[in-house]
């Protein structure tokens, strides 16, 4: 499928010049969605983003651990209709590390927010997959922007309770700060029978393609560090405590096979803002998206109409 890439800022190009170009080679060639690719400074960090289409911005941002590999099939698609922008999280595949090193929840927000300040990107709706779809909504709490709908896709909303977070919390903190974790857990992942059995925790089944790209990633050692670091930062509680003041329509769509979030929880988030809808698939788990990404397309389409005017969205 061919796609319009969007062209990059022109009063972009300049400052990150030299760091983009860089940066660039070190996205292989056979990258999906490489002819989209590109680097953008902004926040104080080296970002890699995909843009193409035109039309309404959409918003993608994917969850822990994974890329924007994993829209690898819905972001072409969605070019259609829309102007989409993907990137990869701070410290995830081949974006850099923000100064501050922060991984928590109110810091990766503020940075992403910073990306779309310099790209001039204002996303008419936004969709965020697992621990990204709490990137989103914190930004559209904190009024960073204005989407008319947010689509959350096995949205990780739910924070970790009792006692599961007094052991949880401490000891991704010492793994994250421990060189040498990263560094094995990375060598591990270059055994594909052991990729394949955490992508099986998931509840999805990926094709093969998709196991190697997830391979690839997990056995780079900064990207591991990254994810380490994320998982032992994350506190939903503040969030989960606004959620009620959500004006934005909100719509989950429920894998009934995650083995990741479980697929409940979607209720308990739907109870707490008005208006929410939940959309539940019964064959497909934690990476719906990538399991039947013509699936998803279909239902983001109709969550984020992009026909509408921005004030009838």
């Given at each position: 499928?061919?796609?319009?890439?969007?062209?990059?800022?022109?009063?972009?190009?300049?400052?990150?010049?030299?760091?983009?170009?860089?940066?660039?080679?070190?996205?292989?060639?056979?990258?999906?969605?490489?002819?989209?690719?590109?680097?953008?400074?902004?926040?104080?960090?080296?970002?890699?983003?995909?843009?193409?289409?035109?039309?309404?911005?959409?918003?993608?941002?994917?969850?822990?651990?994974?890329?924007?590999?994993?829209?690898?099939?819905?972001?072409?698609?969605?070019?259609?209709?829309?102007?989409?922008?993907?990137?990869?999280?701070?410290?995830?595949?081949?974006?850099?590390?923000?100064?501050?090193?922060?991984?928590?929840?109110?810091?990766?927000?503020?940075?992403?927010?910073?990306?779309?300040?310099?790209?001039?990107?204002?996303?008419?709706?936004?969709?965020?997959?697992?621990?990204?779809?709490?990137?989103?909504?914190?930004?559209?709490?904190?009024?960073?922007?204005?989407?008319?709908?947010?689509?959350?896709?096995?949205?990780?909303?739910?924070?970790?309770?009792?006692?599961?977070?007094?052991?949880?919390?401490?000891?991704?903190?010492?793994?994250?700060?421990?060189?040498?974790?990263?560094?094995?857990?990375?060598?591990?992942?270059?055994?594909?029978?052991?990729?394949?059995?955490?992508?099986?925790?998931?509840?999805?089944?990926?094709?093969?393609?998709?196991?190697?790209?997830?391979?690839?990633?997990?056995?780079?050692?900064?990207?591991?560090?990254?994810?380490?670091?994320?998982?032992?930062?994350?506190?939903?509680?503040?969030?989960?405590?606004?959620?009620?003041?959500?004006?934005?329509?909100?719509?989950?769509?429920?894998?009934a096979r995650d083995k990741a979030v479980d697929p409940g929880?979607?209720?308990?988030?739907?109870?707490?803002?008005?208006?929410?809808?939940?959309?539940?698939?019964?064959?497909?788990?934690?990476?719906?998206?990538?399991?039947?990404?013509?699936?998803?397309?279909?239902?983001?389409?109709?969550?984020?109409?992009?026909?509408?005017?921005?004030?009838?969205?």
């Amino acid at each position: 499928m061919s796609f319009r890439v969007a062209p990059a800022n022109p009063s972009l190009a300049a400052p990150a010049a030299a760091a983009s170009r860089q940066a660039s080679c070190s996205v292989p060639d056979d990258w999906p969605n490489r002819r989209a690719s590109r680097f953008v400074d902004a926040a104080g960090m080296g970002w890699h983003v995909q843009r193409a289409g035109s039309g309404p911005g959409l918003l993608l941002v994917h969850g822990t651990a994974a890329s924007t590999h994993t829209w690898r099939e819905m972001l072409p698609a969605l070019a259609e209709s829309y102007d989409v922008l993907a990137m990869d999280l701070p410290g995830h595949a081949y974006s850099g590390r923000p100064p501050h090193r922060s991984m928590a929840l109110p810091s990766l927000a503020a940075a992403l927010a910073g990306l779309l300040r310099q790209e001039r990107f204002s996303p008419r709706f936004a969709v965020g997959h697992s621990a990204g779809a709490a990137i989103v909504l914190r930004m559209v709490l904190d009024g960073v922007i204005h989407p008319s709908a947010v689509v959350g896709l096995n949205a990780a909303l739910m924070p970790f309770g009792g006692g599961l977070r007094t052991l949880f919390v401490p000891l991704a903190r010492l793994l994250a700060n421990t060189h040498l974790i990263p560094r094995f857990l990375a060598r591990r992942a270059g055994e594909a029978d052991s990729v394949r059995r955490m992508l099986k925790g998931t509840g999805s089944t990926l094709d093969e393609a998709g196991i190697m790209l997830y391979q690839r990633l997990l056995s780079r050692e900064r990207h591991v560090e990254a994810v380490l670091s994320m998982m032992a930062s994350w506190d939903l509680r503040p969030l989960l405590r606004e959620l009620p003041a959500l004006e934005t329509p909100l719509h989950l769509i429920v894998g009934a096979r995650d083995k990741a979030v479980d697929p409940g929880e979607a209720a308990s988030i739907a109870a707490r803002v008005g208006g929410a809808r939940v959309i539940r698939l019964d064959d497909l788990g934690h990476l719906a998206h990538e399991e039947n990404a013509e699936l998803l397309v279909d239902l983001v389409r109709q969550s984020c109409p992009s026909t509408a005017s921005p004030a009838d969205a």
